[in-house]
């Protein structure tokens, strides 16, 4: 019993995946929208136009969106298809000329050409989060709860408790792109949906029929 509950706890946690997850994408860090801000309200000047904010988007289908705010209140955007390998990015974007930049990459900063961009969640999603309810065809009787912290800065902890009192505890990364979100951790990843709301979070894997729903702490 005492093992079969143990697997049960197991079997929730790393069953939580797609065939063809974003855990597949060469640089997983990269997805999501990073900022940069002027550090002064006369922005930095490039080209005799004075910036305060910048955005960019990358996407796992290898797509940006970059959007530039002007102190003035303008905003510019293009999007386009980028390049990148383990030192340098290329962006290609209709009606803009190719740009080759050189870039750092950690889990939430990504500095390119000496400025420092950081990665921000959705503003409900850091906190804590505690399963009220798990369901699943591979969900056992053993798992009673699932409690989440997820962390402004992308570091994220995790605990899986079952009936018989034994706990599964992992410790990471997560990312996001669009409805998806990968937890990466020392021995594994799992990457399922996630429905936010003002205080419950809901993951889902339809592949495996399994849902949680969270609520906030």
């Given amino acids: 019993m005492l093992k079969s509950s143990l697997l ?14 974003l855990t597949e994408f060469d640089y997983p860090l990269l997805l999501g929208d990073w900022y940069w801000f002027s550090s002064t309200n006369d922005g930095v000047v490039t080209d005799g136009v004075s910036y305060r904010a ?5 996407k796992s289908s290898y797509q940006f969106v970059i959007r530039l705010l002007q102190v003035d ?24 000329p190719e740009q080759q930049h050189s870039y750092l990459l950690s889990y939430n900063q990504f500095i390119l050409d000496g400025a420092r961009f ?32 997820l962390r402004p800065d992308f570091l994220f902890s995790a605990k899986v408790s079952g009936d018989d009192g034994r706990n599964r505890e992992h ?24 429905r936010l709301g003002s205080d419950t979070l809901t993951l889902t894997n339809k592949q495996f029929g399994m849902e949680a729903v969270m609520v906030r702490e």
């Fill in 171 to 194: 410790q990471g990364i997560y990312f996001i792109e669009d409805d998806r979100i990968v937890l990466i951790y020392e021995d594994g990843q799992h990457d399922s949906q996630f």
């Fill in 8 to 21: 049960a706890v197991v079997l929730f946690f790393s069953s939580f995946s797609y065939a063809d997850d």
């Fill in 73 to 96: 209140g303008t905003i510019e955007a293009w999007e386009g298809i980028y390049d990148i390998d383990e030192s340098s990015v290329i962006f290609r974007a209709k009606g803009q």
């Fill in 54 to 58: 910048m955005n960019i988007k990358f």
């Fill in 118 to 149: 950081t990665k921000l969640a959705p503003e409900n999603l850091p906190g804590n989060w505690r399963s009220s309810r798990i369901s699943g065809r591979d969900v056992g009787d053993g798992v009673s709860e699932l409690a989440i912290s």
